[in-house]
């Protein structure tokens, strides 16, 4: 699963715009994935420019 | 109080395709809310602030207030440090975009038009397939409110598309990942843009140089998609700095994103107009979102506007909108997007020969269409797109 590391997050919206299944939500300073719907495709990952998200393996949650 | 109230159009975002979209829906006599997430307009800043004084222009006498800098020479450094100096045919300037964000909101307001901050939308109502108001929540308490029309301007991160059923999930390799630094202790010339362009500072983007008044400048980069993952934007910014600027401090740090794309094939449906960024009109060259934002809002405000008074709300009567925004933007967009993927893909050794080659034209005869000309020497069928886009400038 996706991991948000929130201190970090300066919320700019770009994992939201790159996310194929629109499971991330941005308020004004608080951001949310559904892991319902997250098919774990680390766009976000990658996109996010402050490192913010990470994958890991859901055991360690 | 506004949750009370009957509108005819919401806009959900208070950037500048937001502001301007009500301004002009407003001036033809409708009644416009806007709703911004943030708890201020404007703010924080995702921007280089760069504009062009010529696009400006298109809608109001630029006030001294938002300009920090006038600009009216160019500087590109190429991977090994060739630097290519011009001058700029029009002049563009740096914004604040803290006083600019500020007073288009209030032009908008002046116009009639009635804005809220903290007010997130969440959801879209609907009667039948047509988009009919807006849901969401005002300081955490949920709030339904109904409208004829919903203009989408809520950015890069936009959803209000995706509720209605339009693809606007912004693909990895046209999505630039970035970061600006407002830095200061440094010596900037005040009347110059650099961009230093290398695929080992800023891989599928750029740098950009944007002074902002004296010692003072935006640093920024945008790293592509298609690049970022073996190292983040922040990264990439940090060693460029700690390169070419040692001793610089830093005023504030901010991430964005970017969507250098042509613009989304669909940008209307039944109730519901795109604007800016969430319709991915960025110009997919350079970036610049500014005047394209409010370009497109200026015609859609006014289209907006007709619809209403006409009682149609479809989308083949929106689709005026997609239709005009083709014609002034939309389409130099198209041939923007093919310069990018082109110059986006060239080796740093190539990058260094156009350098090499642009330095043999004397400084007084370099345009920008003919550093173009150089860089696009091995793709003939880019010729024509680059004496399009860059008559006139």
Redesign the interface.
């Known amino acids: 699963m996706i991991k948000i590391i929130q201190y970090k997050c300066?919320?700019?919206?770009?994992c939201?715009?790159?996310?194929?299944e629109?499971c991330i939500?941005?308020?004004?300073a608080t951001l949310t994935i559904d892991q319902e719907l997250c098919i774990d495709c680390e766009?976000c990952v990658?996109?996010?420019?402050?490192?913010v998200l990470e994958y890991v393996e859901t055991a360690e949650v | 109080m506004w949750r009370q109230q009957k509108f005819d159009i919401i806009v959900v975002g208070g950037g500048p395709a937001g502001s301007t979209a009500a301004r002009y829906a407003s001036m033809n006599g409708v009644k416009v809310l806007v709703l911004e997430k943030d708890r201020d307009i404007g703010m924080p800043v995702r921007c280089g602030e760069a504009v062009s004084e010529e696009g400006l222009k298109n809608f109001m006498d630029p006030d001294p207030r938002w300009i920090k800098s006038t600009i009216s020479k160019i500087r590109l450094v190429s991977p090994s440090d060739y630097v290519v100096d011009f001058d700029m045919k029009a002049r563009g300037f740096i914004l604040d975009r803290r006083i600019f964000d500020y007073d288009l909101a209030q032009m908008a307001a002046m116009e009639g038009a009635t804005i809220v901050t903290k007010a997130y939308v969440n959801g879209l109502l609907f009667d039948g397939d047509c988009v009919a108001g807006v849901k969401g929540k005002y300081l955490s308490e949920p709030f339904e409110l109904r409208a004829k029309i919903v203009i989408g301007a809520d950015g890069v991160e936009s959803r209000v598309g995706r509720w209605a059923g339009l693809q606007t999930q912004v693909k990895m390799k046209d999505m630039l990942s970035c970061v600006q630094k407002t830095v200061t202790g440094i010596e900037v010339d005040e009347r110059r843009f650099d961009f230093y362009l290398s695929k080992k500072w800023a891989p599928g983007g750029y740098i950009w140089v944007f002074p902002k008044g004296k010692n003072r400048a935006n640093i920024g980069l945008g790293v592509s998609g298609k690049y970022c993952r073996e190292k983040s934007a922040y990264r990439y910014l940090d060693e460029f700095l700690q390169h070419c600027y040692p001793n610089h401090s830093v005023l504030t740090t901010v991430a964005g994103g970017v969507p250098c794309d042509k613009t989304l094939k669909t940008i209307v449906t039944n109730g519901l107009i795109l604007v800016g960024d969430s319709a991915h009109m960025v110009n997919p060259m350079t970036g610049g979102g500014i005047i394209p934002a409010m370009k497109a809002g200026l015609l859609a405000g006014e289209t907006a506007a007709k619809a209403i008074k006409n009682k149609d709300y479809g989308e083949k009567y929106l689709s005026r909108y997609s239709r005009e925004w083709h014609k002034i933007g939309g389409k130099n967009h198209e041939r923007y997007y093919r310069l990018k993927n082109t110059i986006t893909e060239l080796s740093d050794e190539e990058l260094d020969n156009i350098a090499k080659a642009v330095l043999k034209i004397p400084e007084d005869e370099r345009t920008i269409t003919k550093i173009f000309l150089k860089a696009v020497m091995k793709k003939p069928k880019l010729i024509y797109d680059v004496t399009k886009v860059f008559a006139g400038i």
């Open positions: 300066d919320f700019c919206g770009s939201v715009a790159v996310c194929p629109d939500e941005m308020e004004e766009l990658f996109i996010c420019p402050f490192e």
